[in-house]
């Protein structure tokens, strides 16, 4: 069966300091990879889509970015954190192509103070 | 680009009663999913609808989609505390790509 796991489950960070969320799926072969922002009040937000190594759709313009380094492996990373990037940030997978469930990790909760 | 609005936002029912929540599209669904969630915890998988008039169950809980593919809705028979947390329609908003936009949530209470 397949598992998805995110980690850190919670970060505190400062202003300005570095950030990398990592995610990893196991149990399947080039899955579609994604990254959510959950923020209250805004619902949940695609940030990042990949369906591949090394290949990254960025959907929103901010002050993050993704990045596949493995098959199943996805990374969200920011070299300076903003008070906004405070959040909840979802990992998810689907099999390849289109029109398939698309599955969670447990989320790991940031907060930048 | 594609929205959905869920209805209603936020519902406190008594334990037994049936409940339904709404999801509206503003443009055709390719693919409508519906879950569910813990505060501060990650989107469990309840059902995906495809086609048109489609109908789908799961314990007590069963999902439609309309002939238009433009509304989907959640009902809930005797609800159990079990059943209380936030429910998320989400559905592709690109025309079947596999990127999911989601509804704002709906919150659900059940009093014992």
């Known amino acids: 069966s397949q598992t998805i796991h995110q980690w850190p489950a919670t970060l505190v960070q400062p202003v300005g300091s570095p950030l990398s969320l990592e995610c990893t799926v196991e149990?399947?072969?080039?899955?579609?990879l994604y990254w959510y922002r959950q923020a209250a009040g805004r619902g949940l937000q695609l940030l990042f889509y990949?369906?591949?190594?090394?290949?990254i759709s960025s959907e929103v313009p901010q002050n993050l970015s993704a990045s596949r380094p493995q098959d199943r492996q996805f990374i969200l990373s920011s070299k300076k954190l903003l008070l906004s990037d405070s959040g909840f940030y979802l990992c998810a997978w689907s099999r390849t192509g289109t029109g398939n469930t698309i599955y969670f990790g447990e989320g790991s909760w940031l907060t930048v103070v | 680009s594609q929205e959905l609005e869920q209805s209603p936002q936020s519902l406190i029912v008594q334990e037994g009663k049936n409940l339904t929540i709404n999801c509206t599209s503003s443009?055709?669904?390719?693919?409508l999913y519906w879950y569910k969630q813990k505060y501060g915890e990650g989107l469990i998988f309840l059902m995906m609808?495809?086609?048109?008039?489609e109908e789908k169950s799961h314990e007590k809980i069963t999902a439609k989609l309309d002939e238009k593919k433009q509304q989907s809705s959640l009902h809930i028979t005797a609800s159990q505390p079990s059943h209380a947390g936030i429910y998320l329609c989400g559905a592709d908003g690109s025309g079947n790509t596999g990127k999911l936009i989601f509804g704002q949530g709906t919150t659900l209470q059940v009093k014992p």
């Open positions: 990949s369906v591949g190594i090394g290949q």
């Open positions: 609808l495809q086609k048109g008039g």
């Open positions: 149990g399947t072969s080039n899955p579609n």
């Open positions: 443009k055709t669904l390719y693919g």
